[in-house]
């Protein structure tokens, strides 16, 4: 069934937003409960004893082909997510969704600006398709024009930076490690943030610059919740990165609008805008194009 590498790439990315889908529904209640710092750290911490556990269990080698490319993709793919959440909290969740969701299309620009990857006109006209779906979806607040705002945008870059340096420079480490990897990355830099809040608080923390609190129940079972399906997701998305063309599997991590919009109405009763659907057709649209572009150019 999954002979054919592009097909088994995109499947592994749309069940890795399914997965983010359900769980990012729960951020909210999260932030309720502690800091991101505090939050990040405690899931890496988690994250890092699943696949540790699942790697002893399988027997899987933690053997690492380029300790230095491993480090430069975890930095770039671990200061995008931090960014995106750093975002949420100066912005409207809306705008920074749209900023990381510029991902795919900086994959593309930087295939060709670095690896002199060529891209065709179909390719890019399929991404701008998608992108547009994603404002569609996202509705971003264009006002907001000062240099602040262009923080959703740099964590879409330094995102879409990691995704493709997965296929170029990690082409031999183990979807495990290239997990690991983030996650100790995410940890550590999250341990450093939230150590400074905790010794010099903040007059008014928030969400943004609380320090170390004690952990609540809730608090850790939704943390926990949270780190299982990140496990999973992005093991899967890394291996999807891995195998095939990053323009291809960039396209369909839009996907994750779908299933968010999904889980938020089964979950909450969450409805859109008509605007909102036009876009998620839009972001399906430009997944079937450059999926049969990708078949046909195989063939």
């Not at 997965?19 to 939050?39: K, M, P, R, T, Y």
């Not at 170390?212 to 919740?225: G, M, V, Y």
């Amino acid at each position: 069934m999954f002979q054919n590498t592009s097909f088994k790439a995109a499947f592994l990315a749309l069940f890795a937003s399914l997965i983010l889908g359900f769980v990012d529904q729960f951020v909210i209640e999260v932030s309720n409960e502690a800091g991101l710092w505090q939050f990040q750290v405690f899931r890496a911490l988690i994250a890092l004893l699943m696949l540790f556990c699942f790697g002893f269990f399988k027997g899987t080698s933690f053997k690492i082909h380029n300790f230095k490319k491993l480090i430069i993709r975890s930095f770039a793919v671990s200061t995008g997510l931090l960014i995106y959440f750093i975002s949420i909290n100066l912005f409207s969740v809306s705008a920074a969704g749209s900023g990381l969701y510029t991902a795919p299309l900086w994959v593309l620009i930087f295939s060709l600006a670095l690896f002199k990857t060529p891209i065709t006109v179909f390719q890019f006209l399929a991404m701008a398709i998608g992108f547009l779906g994603a404002l569609f979806v996202l509705q971003p607040d264009f006002k907001m024009l000062d240099s602040l705002f262009l923080l959703p945008l740099v964590s879409g870059l330094f995102y879409g930076l990691g995704m493709l340096l997965t296929g170029h420079y990690c082409q031999e480490e183990k979807p495990l490690i290239l997990a690991i990897g983030v996650f100790i990355t995410l940890g550590f830099f999250s341990f450093l943030v939230l150590l400074w809040f905790t010794f010099f608080p903040s007059e008014k923390p928030d969400f943004l610059t609380k320090g170390f609190q004690i952990p609540s129940l809730t608090f850790t079972w939704l943390t926990f919740i949270q780190a299982l399906g990140a496990v999973f997701a992005v093991t899967f998305i890394s291996e999807a990165y891995r195998i095939a063309p990053p323009p291809f599997v960039a396209v369909f991590e839009y996907s994750f609008l779908i299933f968010a919009s999904f889980w938020a109405y089964i979950l909450f009763e969450t409805t859109h805008s008509i605007a909102a659907l036009y876009g998620i057709l839009l972001i399906i649209l430009s997944g079937l194009l450059l999926s049969f572009y990708q078949k046909k150019k195989l063939s």
